[in-house]
């Protein structure tokens, strides 16, 4: 299946709340650019095409379509609701937030970079006890291949080197492992589903905005160290609209930070959190001083 040219790296109906109009703040740029809606802003021509995808399945990005499709109407109930989050809107967002989590730049790097890392100190070490065997004369004790640990697969010396070089070639180009990363999406969603939900409002004089990882996954302390969806110590954001945030809590007592309600500094502080988390690129509805430092670091 084709798909177009211009591929949306943050879905435009999640961006269009932010920017219609609003401010892009790009980092290294000395001003903001006002921009009237978000159709220019968070795309990259083709990203989201990898090699070796079956024809005959829909692309990455065709697959990011029909997921924003289907959580949009849920964004926005969850957006105009003062009521708890109900269980069937909390499923569909936490797709939402899987797709936002893993389809970025940021985490297809960082997720890709995280593998080849260890896939180099593996083969440092393997290639250093091959060379212990061939200086003793000793024989490996899996002469047909290299054990990853893996039940499923043992590869032979070439095998792995072409996977080693692979994947080195994917980070080079700024897309390792993308296709493995997104498809974990419908594996996060349980995880996410089961945190601790509060949506968060905004004084009337006071506004939220989002940047290119709008998803921020950190430790209760604010520590990337050890940050997974599958801990109780876990906190993520998500910032819905200029009035609305939400907090996901791994467990519930992480909520006694929101408990007492928001304030202006509160505000602050959650902004701050997005802006750190960007990559490239903060978005605003209005101009905000933090953002703007941030552009020019």
């Not at 177009?4 to 932010?18: D, E, M, S």
């Not at 010396?157 to 080195?168: A, D």
Request: glycine letters at 6%; one cysteine or more; proline letters at 8%.
């Amino acid at each position: 299946m084709t798909t177009g040219r211009r591929q949306h790296i943050i879905p435009q109906f999640y961006l269009r709340r932010f920017l219609s109009p609003g401010l892009v703040y790009r980092k290294g740029h000395d001003n903001p650019r006002m921009v009237p809606s978000p159709q220019q802003v968070a795309f990259e021509n083709w990203y989201y095409e990898v090699a070796n995808w079956p024809d005959d399945l829909p692309s990455l990005d065709e697959i990011n379509t029909q997921l924003e499709s289907m959580t949009a109407p849920a964004l926005a109930r969850l957006i105009e609701s003062a009521t708890p989050v109900d269980s069937g809107t909390k499923h569909t967002v936490a797709y939402l937030i899987a797709n936002l989590y893993l389809r970025v730049p940021a985490t297809i790097q960082a997720t890709g970079g995280t593998v080849l890392n260890m896939m180099e100190q593996a083969d440092d070490l393997l290639k250093a006890q091959m060379k212990h065997f061939e200086e003793t004369g000793t024989t490996p004790p899996l002469s047909s291949g290299f054990d990853t640990g893996s039940s499923s697969h043992r590869y032979t010396p070439e095998e792995w080197e072409s996977e080693l070089e692979s994947l080195r070639g994917e980070v080079a180009a700024g897309k390792p492992m993308m296709a493995e990363s997104m498809r974990l999406t419908p594996h996060l969603v349980p995880f996410i589903e089961s945190m601790s939900w509060a949506v968060l409002a905004a004084p009337r004089d006071r506004y939220f905005l989002t940047s290119d990882r709008p998803v921020a996954l950190t430790l209760i302390n604010g520590s990337l160290v050890g940050a997974g969806w599958g801990r109780t110590d876990a906190l993520a954001t998500l910032p819905l609209s200029p009035d609305r945030f939400l907090v996901l809590c791994g467990t519930p007592p992480g909520m006694s930070l929101f408990g007492r309600g928001i304030g202006k500094k509160d505000i602050r502080k959650l902004n701050l959190r997005t802006i750190s988390h960007a990559r490239m690129e903060v978005y605003s509805p209005k101009e905000n001083p933090f953002a703007e430092e941030w552009m020019k670091l």
